[in-house]
Structures are given as C-alpha cells and as structure tokens.
C-alpha cells in the first residue's frame, strides 16, 4: 500500500486543543459532577434523535436529565455547546466501537472468509446506531471545522484499519491484491451506506440478508482469486 | 424470477389521472405555446439547479426565458405548480434514458462481461444528470404523493429492466442466478448513489475508475460462477 493511501489518524487531541474549546464541555474530574454530565449529555442525545434538531429543547432536556435549568446553563452556557458536546460524546463513541470491532474480529475470524460477513455485520451495527444522531445533525456537523474534521478522521480512520485487517489474512500484500482491497471496503461501505440511508428491504428480511450475503462472497472471491 | 420479484411499471399515465391534475401543467398543443413552454421549463429547470429551493424565483425564471410576470403567471398559477412540472419532466426525462439505455446496451453487448462496465457508466450518467435536480427538491417529491410514486416506479422500473437485460446473457435461469442478479443490481446501485451522494473519490480518477472496474469485474464473476 503506497503511503498516500494510508492516511495517519489525526488524533482528536490534537484538532481538539486548536479548535474545540469553544465548542465542547468536556467531562468534568468530580464524580458527582460528572454524573450529572452523563445524565445531560444522554438526555440531550436522546431527544436530539426523538425530536431533530428543531425539536431540540433546553427545558426538556432539563427535565428528563433530572437537573434544574440554571444548572444546565451553568454547565454548557447554550443549546449551541451541549448539541456540540453530545455531537462530540457520539463521534469518539464511534471510533471507540470499530476499534473494539477490530480488535475482536481480528482475534475471533480466522480467515478472510470469515472475516468479510463478520466485518459486514458489525460495521452495519456502528453506522445504524450513530445513524440518528447524524442525520439530526449533518447541518451542525457540516457548519462546524472540528467536528468535520474529526467525521472525517474517522472515516479515514475506519477505511485504514479495515484495509489492514484484510490484508493481515494474507501473507503477500501484492498491488493487485492492495487494489482490491480497496474496492472491496468501498464497496462494503456503499452498501452499507445505502441501506441505511435508503433502505432495500427490512433489515432482516430474507432478501437484504441474501444480498448481503452475496456481498461477502463477492468480495471473498475477489480477495481470494488474486 | 417469481411474479412478486418483477413488479409491473405503473404507467405515468394512470398515476397521473388521479393525482397529477392540481400540480403538472401539460405541454400545451400549439407550436408557439409550446415553445414558451419548454423555454420556460428549461429556464426554471437551470434556476432551482443553480439556486436551490430558497433561490427559485418566479422574476428570475420569466426574466431568463424571455417572457413577462404576467405569461408565467398565466401558464403556471403558482411557483409550485412550475416547480412540481419541471420535476415531473426531470423525472420522466430519466425513464426515457433509462430506456434508451437498455436498448443500446442489449445491442451492443454482446456478453455479461461487457455489460456490466457499460451499465455501470451509463447508469452512473443518468443518476449523476438527475442528481442536482433530485437534492433541490426531495423535499417537494417526498410531499407531493404523485411524485413520490413517480420517482418509486422510476425505481421499480430500472430494477426490472436492469435484471431482465442480465437474466438476457444466460440461457438457464436458475434460482441461484436470480438471486446473484438481484445481489448485483443492488450493489452497483449502491455503488453509483455512494459515488454520487458521498464521492470516494473524484469521478475521472484513477482510484474510483479501478474501484468501478474491481465492481463491474465482481458483479461478472459472481453471474457467471454459478
């Protein structure tokens, strides 16, 4: 794999110190504290994907978190930073859970074989619960420098680690087989992309799971045949 | 394929008696109207690409089809009536190249290996052409019930017509087979509304070009391994 393909992961610490701190209320050291801050932060989630981005309302969030109105404003000063912190909580989540995948798959799958409908399955279950949150807030995400940044760092991400854990079932990385590496994660990542998106078929149904299915043949096939 | 796999295309026609009357204005018989007509439809059709929803002015469309407030007002009634007409003759222009499509590709194709590139490309074209008009107005089609079913058959229509032309290259439809096409017509959707969408890549590079052969090269070995 050329170097250029394999894009470092900008850790979020990094853009974090240069562009977040207006932004994002990080978790406060004092347990009492931070237990109010998770309470918050999963409330405001929660009706960020119940109710969109209009429906996004301070009070209730209040409310249902079990803290009163000046305690809220006291800790995140507006709707515009706790949306942003609970953007934030969402993203690291996401990267935290394909790490885990990683891990997991690469421990649990023997084979490419095994590898593609496990990596498929898993992958599919990170993208549809981040889902909610993400098309409540694409026009947050979109018109903020960090959190692109940081969805794209993700991605990228995603993309070099899945590609390496695909070729760590092969003993000789040749640049045909690199080639269809990266076919075969941009096609998962379409798939996936577009069932979740605009769905083909209920997700269990016998005809999304046979096509799913036929994905990871196709794409063993191809890494195999090489 | 079973009957339920092969949905019959609704006929604009009958969609259209029942809902259409309120919100598509017909081409109007006469030379000189209808050459208004399409001015005016061709004008507003570059406007709500260039502009947007928000940015799509009655002014502006009369002003660049070269014909007064009063004409406009007089042949389409309302902003949304002019509105719902370009996106009915978007969306029926699609199921034209669709068509024409499928015609050239049977001609020219002599086998299931040289379909699978050309379908990509040119389905890939029509998609990318209706695109700008689609994400201006997703929000009128989705409200608009004749539209909505409009842009569905479109759908179920090229879904038929794409599996028919590849059940065409082989002699023996197998229960196997049926499933591959169905898996194949999938993924290469999904592939073309990801590049679309969320481009991988610009189009003419070398990396989406190789990943759209890695597609068409799949899609062949998987019809003809079975």
Known sequence: MKA???????????????EISSA?????????SLAAYKRITSAARDILIENGLDGFALQEV???????NGALQ???????????????????????KERDMHHDLRKTCASIGEFMPAYISRYWQIMAAFHPIFS???????????LS?????????????????????????????IGSVDAVYHLVFSY????IHFPSGDPGSADVLRR??????????RLTSI
């Open 74 to 96: 006291y800790r995140f000063a507006s709707k515009e930073r706790l949306l942003k912190t609970v953007i934030t909580i969402s993203l690291e989540d996401v990267v935290e």
């Open 149 to 177: 940044a940081l969805g794209r760092s993700i991605g990228m991400r995603n993309e070099v680690m899945a590609k390496n854990t695909m070729l760590s079932y092969f003993s000789h990385p040749t640049e045909a087989l």
């Open 62 to 68: 209040a409310a249902r978190a079990g803290v009163s």
């Open 136 to 146: 409540s807030s694409i026009d947050v995400i979109s018109g903020d420098a960090y």
């Open 4 to 18: 250029s393909d394999q894009p470092e992961f900008e850790p979020a610490s990094r853009i974090e110190a240069a």
């Open 192 to 195: 996936i992309l577009r069932e």
């Open 24 to 32: 994002y209320v990080r978790p406060p050291q004092q347990s009492r």
């Open 212 to 221: 799913t299915r036929a994905l990871a043949e196709m794409c063993e096939a």
